[in-house]
């Protein structure tokens, strides 16, 4: 899950991980990639940076605890059925392009398939937590020493 608070980004270290195994490298803020070759015990890894910012709000797969957190349970299975039926479209993609034997389309509708799978795993732990059957610790709730704070650095050029 990734948080929005005004100037800052929050996303935890496994989201990390999954961003860098689904983006190209170039693209992936070096802040990022730093916290996963490393050997941290950071849970969280705050941006401040705008382009870090806006890198991790483009990506759609990780589901945004502070917009999900206001929303009642109703609303928030409502979004679970769209999400739902995007995994059953993204599985009806990779079913035509394993029949079409396209290996480059087979690439790609799999790791939408996974991305989904992802956000679909996250959004159940969300509505577990409204139904009070799990508890998902507030980024509020994070004591700053298990925190590392990150600039965006441009990765243009990099190799």
Do not use: H, W
Request: with cysteine; glycine share 2%; net charge negative.
């Amino acid at each position: 899950m990734k948080m929005v608070d005004g100037d800052k980004v929050y996303i935890q270290e496994s989201d990390a991980r999954v961003v860098m195994d689904v983006t190209p490298l170039e693209r992936v803020p070096q802040a990022i990639v730093d916290i996963c070759n490393s050997e941290s015990d950071s849970s969280f890894i705050e941006l401040i940076e705008q382009d870090g910012i806006d890198f991790i709000n483009s990506l759609d797969y990780l589901i945004n605890y502070s917009e999900l957190d206001f929303l009642s349970l109703t609303d928030t299975l409502s979004m679970n059925q769209r999400i739902l039926a995007d995994l059953n479209r993204a599985f009806r993609l990779y079913n035509e392009a394993i029949n079409l034997n396209d290996e480059d389309s087979i690439r790609r509708a799999k790791i939408k398939l996974d991305l989904l799978r992802y956000k679909e795993a996250c959004m159940k732990e969300m509505i577990q937590n409204k139904r009070g059957s799990v508890t998902i610790t507030s980024y509020s709730m994070i004591p700053k020493r298990k925190m590392r704070v990150f600039s965006f650095i441009s990765n243009k050029g990099r190799e």
